[in-house]
């Protein structure tokens, strides 16, 4: 159903062990860091853009029954 779950878990998994890590090494120049974040985003945006496109689109003409009043 969602070909971008595999990755967001992987780059999900890969940013918390790289956080836990951080927090006893700086994290400033690590690139990899800014890469897993990118990913993790891009997948949320891609489960926002699913989910809008599997919601019924109403026609321009449709009110509510308590706007209808």
Known sequence: DRPWQPYLLCAYVAFIGNI???TFIDIDHWRHMYLLL???W???ALE???KRL???VLPASFK???AAR
């Open 20 to 22: 836990g890590l951080g």
């Open 38 to 40: 990118g990913l993790i």
């Open 42 to 44: 891009g997948a949320i």
């Open 48 to 50: 926002y853009r699913h």
């Open 54 to 56: 599997l919601q019924p």
């Open 64 to 66: 509510p029954a308590i």
